[in-house]
């Protein structure tokens, strides 16, 4: 049975850092993407950044590009999140996810919550001004 289990957020202040760690468990990943999202308080669930393992192709939303890095681990099938230069509306629940299909080299890296599966409980960031 796969699992993911994020871990790492917590509560800082504007302009500080966090790293979000995610820990998956029960199969090989090394095909298929794995990505962040996060949801705020009544807003939909948003798309953060992906990585695929194969390949390493990474892609960011435009609203953390430059502050948030994706990395992964392939030893240790675990993927981070370091998030720097904080901000109040980075507050939310963060989720990470397998893909629902196998990368390629001809697969686009894939950014909405519908490609994706797998579901961890999220772990909460909370940034004060």
């Known amino acids: 049975q796969v699992q993911v289990v994020e871990s790492g957020g917590g509560l800082v202040q504007a302009g500080g850092s966090l790293r979000l760690s995610c820990a998956a468990s029960?199969?090989?990943?090394?095909?298929?993407?794995m990505g962040w999202f996060r949801q705020a308080p009544g807003k939909e669930r948003e798309f953060v950044a992906a990585?695929?393992?194969?390949?390493?192709?990474?892609v960011y939303a435009e609203t953390v590009k430059g502050r948030f890095t994706i990395s992964r681990d392939n030893a240790k099938n675990t993927m981070y999140l370091q998030m720097n230069s904080l901000k109040p509306e980075d507050t939310a629940i963060y989720y990470c996810?397998?893909?629902?299909?196998?990368?390629?080299?001809?697969?686009?890296?894939?950014?909405?919550?519908?490609?994706?599966?797998?579901w961890g409980q999220g772990t909460q960031v909370t940034v004060s001004s």
């Open positions: 029960g199969r090989t990943f090394s095909n298929y993407a």
């Open positions: 990585i695929t393992w194969i390949g390493g192709s990474i």
């Open positions: 996810a397998v893909s629902k299909v196998i990368m390629t080299i001809m697969t686009t890296t894939p950014t909405t919550p519908d490609e994706y599966r797998n």
